[in-house]
């Protein structure tokens, strides 16, 4: 079911979001291509993202309003602005008060639709004919969902004040499709213009042999197109409203679990359809990325339930979920999948046999080795893992260091052989390239490290902190601190342990 190559390389996760640039938030121009020949300089293969998908108004990557279509903000100005459809002026506005350290996202956002709404006034005959052949199967619902939320002031679906709106009755449907046309069409070409956008970089990357690697939520938010238009694909009652939502128990990241609030699946239903959509979620993440990390991976087997009227995530329970059937469906239409499964968090040896079954290869995180659980200890990492320093919610390595207990961080130390100070960050952080380096030496197939560990950044750079809703998901890096990481070292050590891109 699943071919992942057998040879040894190293990656970056990177998230769109924090590459350099003027727009106040990575977008799939210059920057990027300029960041895949920084991996290629590095002697690193794979570029690991986070979800592209449109965000929701809570601005995580794991909550978003579509579970297929691109988020516009990633679009890059300089290509409306190539085609004559935006002028100078317009561009230098939208670039006015930007910050290269942290996403404004409500700025960006707005910014950037001002900017879209311009060049869509402006497109040629010819462009429309384009635009409107590009019509993959989500993409209707999609965009008639986009334009009743602006018409209801961005509000969620089951907030609209249009009692069949919400219920997706056709006739109220159709009435929407006729008042909303002009609207629709704009969101048709912004998908488009993002389509045609990602296949340039795409086509870059793959000329320089680097793999794309994306990430696909387990869970749609509960504000997104899906919810809205597949109502019967979720747990809901007569009225359309959630039974339970989803969470994660109590663990290291959160003593008192989370509820995440995402509306949980009607896994009896999606049997019956013979897991279409989870095909085609496939399917368009595949055509997207060279390979995919399926995030909560363990939800397949069993997930957490948390009733809707429960105050505390503490109060929910395990419930089976679909094993490995919609991996067979997958496997029966697409062939063999490039995925790794996010098999973090609390893990029993029913979710170690889904992996045996599906052949995907499981996650390694260096700090969990040290924090109690040893699968995670770089001499024990079977072929078959993807290994990290971290992921996007942990805190970098440097800021681990300070945090261990002085006895866990001796142990670290020795573990890792390093003897010099490890208070030292910044790019040439002796600590961090020690981590690295067992990282790289270890029996791990492939092995991805956190742009910030890279540069020895500390946990004010963490990209997410679980649990806590405020700031995360907004640090970027600048040009200049990317220039000061030495490349020729680890284009040196993925040479010597046999991970280099050749």
């Known amino acids: 079911m699943n071919n992942q190559e057998s040879r040894r390389s190293a990656g970056v996760l990177m998230p769109l979001t924090m590459l350099p640039g003027p727009f106040g938030i990575g977008v799939l121009g210059a920057e990027a291509r300029d960041f895949v020949d920084f991996l290629c300089e590095g002697g690193f293969s794979s570029w690991q993202m986070l979800p592209v998908e449109h965000l929701s108004v809570s601005f995580s990557p794991y909550k978003c309003v ?20 935006v002028t100078e002026a317009e561009l230098d ?5 930007m ?26 005959g010819r462009i429309a004919e384009e635009y409107n052949a590009f019509n993959p199967f989500w993409l209707e619902d999609y965009a008639l969902y986009m334009a009743i939320r602006e018409q209801y002031n961005m509000q969620p679906w089951y907030a609209w004040p249009n009692e069949a709106l919400r219920r997706y009755e056709p006739e109220a449907l159709e009435r929407a499709r006729q008042e909303n046309r002009s609207m629709m069409a704009f969101y048709r070409f912004v998908q488009w213009a993002f389509d045609a956008q990602w296949r340039e970089l795409k086509q870059y990357a793959a000329r320089k042999g680097v793999a794309l690697i994306g990430d696909i939520p387990f869970y749609v938010s509960d504000d997104s197109a899906e ?14 409203m959630f039974r339970a939502v989803a969470g994660a128990p109590p663990d290291y990241f959160t003593p008192e679990g989370q509820c995440w609030g995402n509306p949980l699946y009607n896994w009896e239903y999606m049997e019956k359809e013979g897991y279409r959509w989870w095909i085609e979620r496939m399917r368009a993440a595949l055509s997207r990325f060279d390979s995919v990390r399926i995030d909560h991976f363990r939800g397949f087997e069993s997930f957490w339930y948390i ?6 995530a503490k109060e929910g329970k395990w419930v089976k979920g679909p094993g490995a059937k919609p991996f067979q469906a ?20 029913e979710v170690e046999t889904l992996l045996e079954e599906t052949g995907f290869p499981g996650m390694r995180v260096l700090q969990f080795g040290f924090l109690g659980d040893k699968r995670h200890l770089p001499h024990r990492y079977e072929e078959n893992k993807v290994a990290y320093t971290g992921t996007h919610d942990n805190t970098t390595l440097l800021a681990w260091m300070y945090e261990l207990q002085d006895e866990d961080r001796d142990k670290a130390l020795f573990y890792s052989g390093y003897e010099g100070d490890w208070r030292i960050g910044g790019p040439n952080c002796g600590v961090c390239r020690a981590w690295i380096r067992l990282l790289y030496l270890s029996k791990a197939r492939m092995v991805i490290m956190p742009i910030q560990d890279l540069l020895g950044f500390g946990g004010d750079t963490r990209t997410n902190v679980p649990g806590n809703p405020e700031g995360n998901w907004r640090f970027r890096i600048t040009r200049e601190a990317l220039a000061q990481i030495d490349l020729a070292y680890y284009r040196h050590l993925a040479a010597l342990t046999e991970r280099d891109a050749s």
């Open 66 to 85: 579509s579970a297929f279509a691109g988020d516009p903000m990633f679009i890059d100005p300089r290509w409306l602005l190539e085609q004559g459809w």
């Open 93 to 97: 506005a939208r670039c006015g008060g």
């Open 99 to 124: 910050d290269a350290y942290s996403v404004q996202y409500e700025l960006v956002f707005d910014k950037q639709m001002i900017l879209l709404r311009s060049a869509f006034a402006r497109l040629p």
């Open 227 to 240: 919810v809205w238009s597949r109502r019967e694909m979720f747990d809901t009652d007569e009225n359309g």
């Open 307 to 312: 009733p809707a009227d429960c105050l505390s």
């Open 330 to 349: 997958m496997a029966r239409e697409l062939g063999a999948m490039q995925v790794i499964a996010e098999d973090l968090g609390v893990i029993g040896p």
